[in-house]
């Protein structure tokens, strides 16, 4: 008898890899004959646990699944899925998915992956999970969080859990889910429980609690990302303003075309990254070597501007405006023509892309992270360029007395070419910047030139901490009205609010006092 | 006679086979000297903003009278572009349409992009009785007895797209986003899709409606702004009338803000094979587009058109829009009439151009119905990372144009 049983369980043992095998390969049928069926079949092997379902999922998400005109199903590398063997691939097609396919997809490999030995792929997989709660999920999510030792993963797979024990039917586990999903403090998290709340009236106060407690933390969160937005904004203009601060705010010239230095800056970029296309490992790098070439490029620029056409009308502000007015005229003409009326791409290099999560749940976007950087950076290459250099020196001395500057022996003109060239200079850093966040087109810098202007006068001609001031107040003030006013209306509110602050000091925040002021 | 020619004479005979045009090919080239050459006009902008999208349209033009002269002509006669450029100029539109109309006397035109440019040459048309070809889509509410509108009405593109994101298929949205560059059409399709959700039974307090400016590049706060909103519960759906390049920097704020399509998805409907050449689409995988056309189009009758066009434009990567496919459409539909009339007199055109049939390279038979607008099928598709679109979804047959959209409660006194 005993014998008998155990030949019996032998044989079952033997039989069991074969029935896998058939349960595996009969829950392919339908993959790729329609939407519908292949999200029945991504949900059938998310159910089986069986972990060859991997790279054909994988595969499925990246399009490189294909299926015979038979109805085999091809793994990238030409095996038949079902059978792991080599298969005839002649006229297959890749199985298309919509973005139904794709949410069924992420949360049956996330299912799939919760006992990776790969952390990464485990913390995706709980949050996959999470995103697609269902009753399901609990034994799974429960023996996952037997296991997992690291404590960020089981923090995730708690919300999960709670995620999916809200879709079952235990009340008491579901009472436990409500409150720890209240202490997630995720918008996510507040959609999952505004759901519940409709579909489970007896416990509506204790939802109502978490929500609360939820939309509390939001609200503090949205404070800080407001400011974090106010703040970028206010660098993207900082960049823009502080060549104008050197030119206009110093030498007192209106450089019309300061909006076209800008837009070469964002052409050179372009140009940099064109070059270093070729050499594979110098590629990621484009965007840091940029930096300087923007800067000689466009310095190049200002010097010859200031050479040939500006100097000779020092003393006249109005014909200086309209002839620089015309030379950004030509240049975006001239831009047009060399490098077409199309848009130009500048590609973010991956340490650009995406979004970093700071402690609390606030998420800031890299781009913009790096442009308060940048901006930051740029600040002190001015400030220290003014204070501590030769250059500097000569610079402060002839704005405050040209004759007895010339007198000491310094050659006015030269410092005059290349205050200008430096503040161009600027410039060109600020379309570096902006390359990463504008389109790069010949008509960039026309948005640019008018916000220039605004923030140096606002925050005092002549002063760097005014323009720093300046930008910082005019980006918070703009995000913070944006919300209840929308983007065009913010706008005007903010221009409203600067004319009337100019009527009241017509020199800006930050005036300029003493004798210097006067002249 | 060059040996290109005759390959391209070659390949049309095929076309003309696959498609059965009643335009049969003449067996026997008649001589040009029956007639004057019938001038067809071009009223595209080839420099200013609109330039960058209005340029293919152009050489779509240039390339069927090429193809038509290659056939043989119309009515024996020769036809010759005259080509004018309004500079994205609105009123220049209606000086060079005037120009075109009393100084070049042609017999047709084909022009157009932007619905301001339209109004600003419809009075011209009507007063000297030109015959206008309009090839984009647009918010609908107008049918003047001298345009033919071959390009989408709002029933034809928004409700179906906005009727998917609400299907199964489409993820069940109950929360929809407007966005929109704040002019005519977005203001009017809003104005449409709302009155259609509301009638779906959405409040408005699940719609949020923005606008920006032509070429708002700071999107970081409307984004963080839709993403609040969808954190509301119910699944949300943003829907797009961003128009331009300004739809740049907001596909990367999405793709960095970590919005993936199968949370929200984005259906936008001024953003096509042109616009995302400028895009790295990675991040943009399942994003969705609506369309009468796309260029993914299986079929003889697409394959021919992508054919023409890459050989003429001579650039064998060069992409095909919806609006390129229905100036081509529009081109065929008015050459057919014609043929149909035996003249290129505008009075005796109009009439024979209603019910005119042809299967476009869309891969369905489209009709010119007795109010200027065609029957087209609607397409949707989702963003590959190749710049192209997988179409996901396509209506069984071609859609009749609604013009007057129901939506309008000013309309329900209009006949229908």
Same mark, same amino acid.
């Given at each position: 008898?005993?014998?008998?049983?155990?030949?019996?369980?032998?044989?079952?043992?033997?039989?069991?890899?074969?029935?896998?095998?058939?349960?595996?390969?009969?829950?392919?049928?339908?993959?790729?004959?329609?939407?519908?069926?292949?999200?029945?079949?991504?949900?059938?092997?998310?159910?089986?646990?069986?972990?060859?379902?991997?790279?054909?999922?994988?595969?499925?998400?990246?399009?490189?699944?294909?299926?015979?005109?038979?109805?085999?199903?091809?793994?990238?590398?030409?095996?038949?899925?079902?059978?792991?063997?080599?298969?005839?691939?002649?006229?297959?097609?890749?199985?298309?998915?919509?973005?139904?396919?794709?949410?069924?997809?992420?949360?049956?490999?996330?299912?799939?992956?919760?006992?990776?030995?790969?952390?990464?792929?485990?913390?995706?997989?709980?949050?996959? $999970?999470?995103?697609?709660?269902?009753?399901?999920?609990?034994?799974?999510?429960?023996?996952?969080?037997?296991?997992?030792?690291?404590?960020?993963?089981?923090?995730?797979?708690?919300?999960?859990?709670?995620?999916?024990?809200?879709?079952?039917?235990?009340?008491?586990?579901?009472?436990?889910?409500?409150?720890?999903?209240?202490?997630?403090?995720?918008?996510?998290?507040?959609?999952?429980?505004?759901?519940?709340?409709?579909?489970?009236?007896?416990?509506?106060?204790?939802?109502?609690?978490?929500?609360?407690?939820?939309?509390?933390?939001?609200?503090?969160?949205?404070?800080?990302?407001?400011?974090?937005?106010?703040?970028?904004?206010?660098?993207?203009l900082l960049?823009a303003a502080l060549g104008l601060a050197v030119t206009f705010g110093v030498m007192g010239v209106i450089n019309?075309?300061h909006?076209?230095? $800008?837009?070469?800056?964002?052409?050179?970029?372009?140009?940099?990254?064109?070059?270093?296309?070729?050499?594979?490992?110098?590629?990621?790098?484009?965007?840091?070597?940029?930096?300087?070439?923007?800067?000689?490029?466009?310095?190049?620029?200002?010097?010859?501007?200031?050479?040939?056409?500006?100097?000779?009308?020092?003393?006249?502000?109005?014909?200086?405006?309209?002839?620089?007015?015309?030379?950004?005229?030509?240049?975006?003409?001239? $831009?047009?023509?060399?490098?077409?009326?199309?848009?130009?791409?500048?590609?973010?290099?991956?340490?650009?892309? #995406?979004?970093?999560?700071?402690?609390?749940?606030?998420?800031?976007?890299?781009?913009?992270?790096?442009?308060?950087?940048?901006?930051?950076?740029?600040?002190?290459?001015?400030?220290?360029?003014? %204070?501590?250099?030769?250059?500097?020196?000569?610079? %402060?001395?002839?704005?405050?007395? %040209?004759?007895?500057?010339?007198?000491?022996?310094?050659?006015?003109?030269?410092?005059?070419?290349?205050?200008?060239?430096?503040g161009?200079?600027l410039?060109?850093?600020?379309?570096?910047?902006?390359?990463?966040?504008?389109?790069?087109?010949?008509?960039?810098?026309?948005?640019y030139i008018i916000d220039s202007f605004m923030v140096v006068v606002f925050g005092g001609v002549g002063s760097l901490a005014g323009t720093l001031v300046g930008a910082?107040?005019l #980006?918070?003030?703009?995000?913070?009205?944006?919300?209840?006013?929308?983007?065009?209306?913010?706008?005007?509110?903010?221009? $409203?609010?600067i004319?009337?602050?100019i009527?009241?000091?017509?020199k800006g925040l930050f005036?300029?006092?003493?004798?210097?002021?006067?002249? | 006679?060059?040996?290109?020619?005759?390959?391209?004479?070659?390949?049309?005979?095929?076309?003309?086979?696959?498609?059965?045009?009643?335009?049969?090919? +003449?067996?026997?080239? +008649?001589?040009?000297?029956?007639?004057?050459?019938?001038?067809?006009?071009?009223?595209?902008?080839?420099?200013?903003?609109?330039?960058?999208?209005?340029?293919?349209?152009?050489?779509?033009?240039?390339?069927?009278?090429?193809?038509?002269?290659?056939?043989?002509?119309?009515?024996?006669?020769?036809?010759?572009?005259?080509?004018?450029?309004?500079?994205?100029?609105?009123?220049?539109?209606?000086?060079?349409?005037?120009?075109?109309?009393?100084?070049?006397?042609?017999?047709?035109?084909?022009?157009?992009?932007?619905?301001?440019?339209?109004?600003?040459?419809?009075?011209?048309?009507?007063?000297?009785?030109?015959?206008?070809?309009?090839?984009?889509?647009?918010?609908?509410?107008?049918?003047?007895?001298?345009?033919?509108?071959?390009?989408?009405?709002?029933?034809?593109?928004?409700?179906?797209?906005?009727?998917?994101?609400?299907?199964?298929?489409?993820?069940?949205?109950?929360?929809?986003?407007?966005?929109?560059?704040?002019?005519?059409?977005?203001?009017?399709?809003?104005?449409?899709?709302?009155?259609?959700?509301?009638?779906?039974?959405?409040?408005?307090?699940?719609?949020?409606?923005?606008?920006?400016?032509?070429?708002?590049?700071?999107?970081?706060?409307?984004?963080?702004?839709?993403?609040?909103?969808?954190?509301?519960?119910?699944?949300?759906?943003?829907?797009?009338?961003?128009?331009?390049?300004?739809?740049?920097?907001?596909?990367?704020?999405?793709?960095?803000?970590?919005?993936?399509?199968?949370?929200?998805?984005?259906?936008?409907?001024?953003?096509?094979?042109?616009?995302?050449?400028?895009?790295?689409?990675?991040?943009?995988?399942?994003?969705?587009?609506?369309?009468?056309?796309?260029?993914?189009?299986?079929?003889?009758?697409?394959?021919?058109?992508?054919?023409?066009?890459?050989?003429?434009?001579?650039?064998?990567?060069?992409?095909?829009?919806?609006?390129?496919?229905?100036?081509?459409?529009?081109?065929?539909?008015?050459?057919?009439?014609?043929?149909?009339?035996?003249?290129?007199?505008?009075?005796?055109?109009?009439?024979?151009?209603?019910?005119?049939?042809?299967?476009?390279?869309?891969?369905?038979?489209?009709?010119?119905?007795?109010?200027?607008?065609?029957?087209?099928?609607?397409?949707?598709?989702?963003?590959?990372?190749?710049?192209?679109?997988?179409?996901?979804?396509?209506?069984?047959?071609?859609?009749?144009?609604?013009?007057?959209?129901?939506?309008?409660?000013?309309?329900?006194?209009?006949?229908?």
């Amino acid at each position: 008898m005993k014998r008998h049983l155990l030949g019996l369980c032998l044989a079952l043992l033997l039989a069991l890899p074969a029935a896998a095998q058939d349960r595996f390969a009969s829950a392919l049928a339908g993959l790729g004959e329609g939407f519908g069926q292949t999200a029945e079949v991504a949900e059938r092997l998310g159910a089986l646990g069986d972990p060859r379902a991997i790279p054909l999922l994988r595969a499925l998400q990246d399009g490189t699944l294909r299926r015979t005109p038979a109805g085999a199903v091809l793994l990238p590398n030409g095996t038949d899925a079902a059978t792991g063997q080599p298969a005839d691939a002649t006229g297959a097609e890749p199985v298309r998915i919509n973005n139904r396919v794709r949410q069924v997809l992420r949360g049956a490999l996330g299912r799939l992956q919760l006992i990776s030995p790969d952390p990464a792929e485990r913390l995706a997989a709980a949050e996959a $999970v999470f995103r697609s709660p269902a009753p399901e999920n609990v034994p799974l999510l429960q023996s996952a969080l037997t296991q997992e030792r690291e404590a960020r993963i089981r923090a995730q797979l708690e919300l999960a859990l709670a995620a999916s024990q809200l879709r079952a039917d235990d009340a008491a586990a579901k009472r436990d889910a409500v409150a720890r999903l209240g202490t997630a403090a995720t918008t996510e998290a507040r959609a999952l429980l505004i759901e519940a709340r409709a579909a489970n009236p007896e416990i509506a106060t204790a939802i109502d609690v978490s929500i609360a407690a939820i939309e509390q933390r939001l609200a503090l969160r949205r404070v800080v990302e407001t400011l974090f937005q106010g703040l970028s904004l206010g660098s993207v203009l900082l960049l823009a303003a502080l060549g104008l601060a050197v030119t206009f705010g110093v030498m007192g010239v209106i450089n019309m075309a300061h909006g076209e230095f $800008v837009m070469l800056g964002a052409y050179a970029t372009f140009v940099v990254q064109e070059l270093c296309r070729g050499i594979p490992w110098l590629a990621p790098w484009s965007l840091p070597l940029a930096v300087p070439a923007a800067f000689l490029v466009t310095a190049l620029a200002g010097a010859v501007l200031e050479r040939g056409l500006i100097r000779h009308l020092y003393g006249r502000p109005l014909e200086t405006l309209l002839m620089t007015f015309g030379v950004g005229m030509i240049l975006q003409q001239a $831009v047009r023509l060399a490098f077409g009326a199309q848009n130009r791409e500048v590609v973010s290099p991956s340490w650009m892309q #995406g979004t970093l999560m700071f402690p609390g749940g606030i998420a800031m976007t890299q781009n913009r992270l790096w442009i308060i950087v940048f901006g930051i950076f740029v600040l002190l290459l001015v400030v220290a360029a003014i %204070r501590f250099t030769r250059f500097g020196l000569e610079m %402060r001395a002839v704005v405050q007395n %040209r004759r007895i500057a010339a007198t000491m022996g310094i050659r006015t003109g030269r410092v005059d070419a290349m205050t200008f060239a430096f503040g161009s200079g600027l410039a060109g850093l600020a379309g570096v910047a902006l390359s990463q966040i504008d389109n790069v087109s010949p008509n960039l810098g026309t948005g640019y030139i008018i916000d220039s202007f605004m923030v140096v006068v606002f925050g005092g001609v002549g002063s760097l901490a005014g323009t720093l001031v300046g930008a910082l107040t005019l #980006g918070v003030v703009n995000k913070v009205l944006e919300p209840y006013a929308g983007a065009v209306l913010a706008k005007v509110c903010v221009l $409203v609010a600067i004319m009337l602050f100019i009527q009241r000091r017509p020199k800006g925040l930050f005036a300029l006092k003493g004798r210097a002021a006067e002249s | 006679m060059s040996p290109t020619t005759l390959t391209r004479r070659a390949a049309l005979a095929g076309l003309g086979s696959a498609l059965a045009v009643p335009l049969a090919l +003449p067996a026997i080239r +008649p001589a040009w000297a029956q007639g004057a050459p019938i001038k067809v006009g071009v009223l595209h902008s080839l420099s200013g903003t609109m330039a960058i999208s209005e340029t293919a349209l152009r050489d779509t033009v240039l390339m069927m009278v090429e193809w038509a002269n290659a056939q043989g002509g119309v009515l024996g006669r020769k036809l010759e572009a005259v080509v004018v450029d309004p500079a994205s100029n609105w009123p220049l539109f209606a000086e060079k349409a005037r120009e075109l109309l009393q100084v070049h006397k042609v017999d047709v035109t084909f022009g157009c992009w932007t619905s301001v440019s339209r109004k600003s040459v419809l009075p011209v048309f009507e007063e000297l009785k030109g015959l206008l070809f309009y090839p984009v889509q647009y918010e609908g509410e107008e049918e003047s007895p001298n345009i033919f509108y071959t390009g989408a009405a709002p029933n034809q593109q928004a409700i179906p797209a906005v009727e998917y994101l609400m299907s199964d298929d489409g993820g069940e949205a109950k929360r929809i986003v407007l966005l929109g560059t704040d002019y005519v059409y977005p203001r009017t399709t809003n104005r449409i899709l709302r009155g259609f959700l509301n009638s779906k039974g959405i409040a408005n307090a699940d719609i949020m409606e923005e606008y920006t400016p032509f070429g708002h590049s700071d999107w970081q706060g409307i984004v963080a702004r839709v993403k609040r909103f969808a954190g509301e519960g119910k699944k949300t759906a943003i829907v797009s009338t961003i128009n331009g390049d300004a739809n740049v920097p907001f596909y990367r704020e999405l793709g960095n803000q970590g919005i993936k399509a199968e949370d929200i998805p984005c259906v936008a409907f001024s953003v096509g094979e042109e616009e995302l050449a400028g895009i790295d689409t990675k991040p943009l995988v399942g994003h969705l587009a609506a369309w009468n056309y796309f260029m993914s189009v299986p079929g003889a009758p697409n394959e021919e058109f992508k054919k023409l066009w890459q050989t003429y434009i001579k650039n064998p990567k060069r992409v095909t829009n919806d609006p390129m496919e229905a100036t081509y459409t529009g081109f065929r539909m008015w050459m057919q009439a014609v043929q149909k009339a035996g003249t290129t007199a505008v009075a005796q055109v109009t009439p024979a151009l209603i019910g005119q049939k042809l299967t476009a390279p869309c891969g369905y038979e489209e009709e010119m119905l007795p109010n200027h607008h065609l029957s087209k099928p609607v397409l949707i598709g989702e963003v590959q990372a190749d710049g192209q679109f997988n179409i996901v979804w396509k209506t069984p047959n071609a859609v009749k144009a609604e013009n007057w959209s129901q939506f309008i409660p000013e309309n329900a006194n209009r006949r229908r």
